[in-house]
Every structure is written in C-alpha cells, then in structure tokens.
C-alpha cells in the first residue's frame, strides 16, 4: 500500500531524494507582516531532519517568520511528467556569526564545488554573519503524475 500524503516518510521515497538533491531552488511560502503569503525561491539543504537555508540578517521574511513560524515549501522540476515535493513545517531562526555550513555546502550544489567555494568567499568577506532558518517538516507530499497524483485526479 502507497504511503499517504502527510507521512513524514515520503521524504525517503526516491523520488523525493532526486529532488531534494537537485540543483532546484525551494520556494518558500510564508504569511508577511501585513497578513498577506509571500513566496520567495531560496537555496535549501536538507540534513535528513530539517530544511536548512541561510540568509542575511537584515532579510525581510526574518521578522514575518519570527511573528509566524508556519511555513509551506515547494520543490518542483519543469519536465513532464512533473514530479513535486511539498512540505510543511515550522521554521526556527538562529544567528550565526559566520557563513551557515548548510548554506555553504548549498552552494556547492547549486553552482559547482568551485564556483560554490568562490561565493561562499565572497560571503565570509562580507562579514556580519547570517540567519539560519531551519524548517522541520510537519506534512509532507509528493507528487509524480505518474504514481501519485493530487487528490483531484484518480490513480
């Protein structure tokens, strides 16, 4: 029997690991301060317990995610049949004095290990640190249009 949407244990399913190890850009929905959702692409690692992305301190989405930590994000590709993970979760913030290392090791895997070392320079050099934001999934689902579909759509 399939594993329902909502199970935590879609996250291992291969489909779900194709995408959560792609060079795809999450993207982020999460409700601003003037109570209207936002969503926004960002770079995302996941450490097999919670989505890790880092931002600057002075980001904008900082003070609705510390007002409302509930969040909802997306991983999708662009080829048919598609194939898309959804998550929802809770977000947790934490200062870190230097480059987040999830962050760090994200950019390696979005731009290559050597350009992903050069921006991550770039970054150190800066200086004041970044914002670590962990999701820790509370719902998950995922979707192939081939083996699972919305709930809309029969199998």
Same mark, same amino acid.
């Given at each position: ?11 291992? !399913?291969?489909?779900?690991?194709? $995408?959560?190890?792609?060079? #795809?850009?999450? *993207? &982020?929905?999460? #409700?601003?301060? =003037? ?6 692409? #960002? ?18 989405? $900082? ?7 509930? %969040?909802? $994000?997306?991983?999708? =590709?662009?080829?048919?049949? !598609?194939?898309?993970? &959804?998550?929802?979760?809770? @977000?947790?913030?934490?200062?870190? =004095? ?7 090791? @994200?950019?390696?895997?979005? &731009?290559? %290990? ?5 921006? #991550?320079?770039?970054? *150190? ?6 914002? *670590? ?6 719902? %998950?689902?995922? &979707?192939?249009?081939?083996? *699972?579909?919305?709930?809309? $759509?029969?199998?």
């Amino acid at each position: 029997m399939p594993v329902k949407q909502g199970d935590l244990s879609l996250l291992d !399913h291969p489909t779900a690991q194709e $995408l959560l190890a792609s060079r #795809i850009p999450a *993207r &982020l929905a999460y #409700i601003g301060l =003037d109570g209207t959702p936002r969503v926004v692409p #960002i770079w995302f690692q996941w450490d097999g317990r919670e989505f890790v992305m880092g931002t600057a301190p002075t980001a904008l989405k $900082l003070k609705a995610l510390a007002k409302n930590s509930k %969040v909802a $994000l997306t991983i999708d =590709d662009n080829n048919f049949p !598609h194939k898309v993970l &959804l998550v929802r979760g809770t @977000a947790r913030l934490q200062k870190v =004095d230097a480059v987040v290392p999830e962050y760090a090791t @994200a950019a390696e895997r979005y &731009l290559g %290990v050597e350009q992903g070392k050069a921006w #991550i320079e770039k970054m *150190r050099g800066m200086g004041g640190g970044m914002m *670590r934001i962990g999701i820790t999934p509370d719902w %998950v689902g995922l &979707l192939d249009f081939e083996t *699972r579909f919305p709930g809309t $759509l029969s199998t």
